[in-house]
């Protein structure tokens, strides 16, 4: 049975890596457990559960900064920020019921994982707001990182290192992001019926246009049929979601100028705050749109241009978002769930491959995270060795050999 741990405090939990390091065992490194299967799976011999380091910190509205402790649930920052108009934009996922968890994630697990929802593509990645951090390395050592302003660049930026590294380099105590102010208002325009190829180029187009959207998914027909959103499952059709935010005034021009430039390609319907925002919540938490739990569900990384063939090509169960840019794909877990395949098909084209959920065995069996060319492996083992040299914290979730 594996041992485990709950460190009420940074100085708990500087002791409890330490421990680890004297006697040699290796260490699961857990939040709320929503994302507990996003990765190759651990042999650990004791779990670190870092959910009681929890609660708001700082928060200072007119600065936009927030400092709260790793094991803070999102929905309790949301709801802080919320009520001073205020929210994480890069709209982080809520990735529970994609693994069948009724768990809400925390801030320390997004940041780890550098998860991004569909404003991604406006407002940049978890990584790009995260302002700094206290964190325990696998030396047991207690460090700091960053500050509490924008621009704190100087030497060896530890945050962006941090961020996407999945708690194999050092677990997290605290964390300081950048917030922004909530949209006054929210449109989507909804065109109905194109192919992929046309869904894309109009959604590449309207990106690269003067309209400022937050947001663009293209959901095939047997996808758009599983929303909960009235006008998006109605019309038995595709649809692409073109997402705009901002100022009344602005929106109302935005929105008015999209529809007149698009209007020829397709039906057009719009979307008001709340359908929109329960349109968008689907399409960054995945789960509603790709429900089959017992398909293995990837994530791949292409040019925008590329998606839609690559999804066409690859089968199953898909639907893009960040303007063709982000395939979501479910597929079948025989054999190696065509990891062969996908990835061949993505290194093609210059992109990259995760599978985000699956069964143990697939996960242990295949590469979760998209293969390394040989000079960026060496640097990853290479910083793996500088922030946990005996290999304590999370190792081989990533990759194998780290």
Request: a neutral charge.
């Amino acid at each position: 049975m594996t041992d485990a741990c709950r460190p009420q405090s940074l100085a708990e939990l500087r002791d409890a890596i330490a421990g680890s390091v004297e006697d040699g065992r290796v260490l699961e490194v857990v939040g709320s457990g929503s994302k507990r299967d996003l990765g190759r799976p651990i042999q650990a011999a004791r779990q670190l559960d870092v959910s009681a380091i929890a609660g708001v910190r700082s928060y200072e509205p007119a600065e936009l900064v927030l400092t709260v402790a790793a094991g803070t649930s999102l929905p309790e920052i949301e709801t802080l920020l919320s009520a001073q108009n205020q929210m994480l934009a890069f709209e982080p996922p809520h990735f529970g019921a994609l693994y069948g968890s009724s768990a809400f994630g925390t801030l320390g697990g997004v940041v780890a994982c550098n998860l991004s929802g569909p404003r991604r593509i406006a407002k940049g990645a978890a990584r790009d707001h995260f302002l700094g951090a206290v964190a325990v390395n696998g030396r047991g050592e207690v460090f700091k990182a960053g500050g509490k302003v924008v621009k704190n660049v100087t030497g060896y930026d530890l945050c962006k290192v941090m961020a996407g590294s999945f708690g194999t380099l050092a677990v997290l105590e605290e964390i300081t992001v950048k917030v922004l102010p909530k949209p006054a208002k929210t449109r989507t325009v909804l065109l109905v019926g194109l192919n992929a190829t046309e869904a894309t180029a109009a959604m590449i187009g309207a990106l690269n246009g003067p309209y400022e959207l937050s947001g663009a998914s293209y959901l095939p027909s047997q996808i758009a049929a599983r929303s909960a959103v009235e006008r998006v499952r109605r019309p038995g059709a595709s649809v692409t979601a073109l997402r705009i935010e901002g100022t009344a005034v602005s929106v109302d021009a935005r929105t008015k100028a999209v529809c007149a430039r698009l209007s020829h390609l397709a039906g057009i319907e719009e979307l008001h705050t709340a359908n929109s925002l329960q349109l968008w919540q689907e399409v960054r938490d995945v789960a509603a749109l790709l429900p089959d739990r017992g398909r293995a569900v990837w994530r791949l990384s292409v040019p925008p241009s590329h998606g839609a063939e690559i999804a066409s090509a690859i089968g199953g169960d898909h639907f893009l978002d960040w303007g063709g840019g982000l395939v979501w794909l479910a597929a079948s877990e025989a054999g190696d769930g065509g990891a062969a395949a996908i990835r061949s098909r993505v290194d093609a084209v210059g992109g990259h491959a995760t599978l985000i959920r699956a069964a143990p065995g697939l996960r242990a069996a295949v590469a979760v995270f998209h293969p390394q060319e040989a000079g960026l492996s060496k640097l990853t083992a290479r910083i793996k060795e500088g922030f946990d040299p005996l290999r304590i914290l999370n190792p081989g979730r990533m990759y194998a050999d780290v």
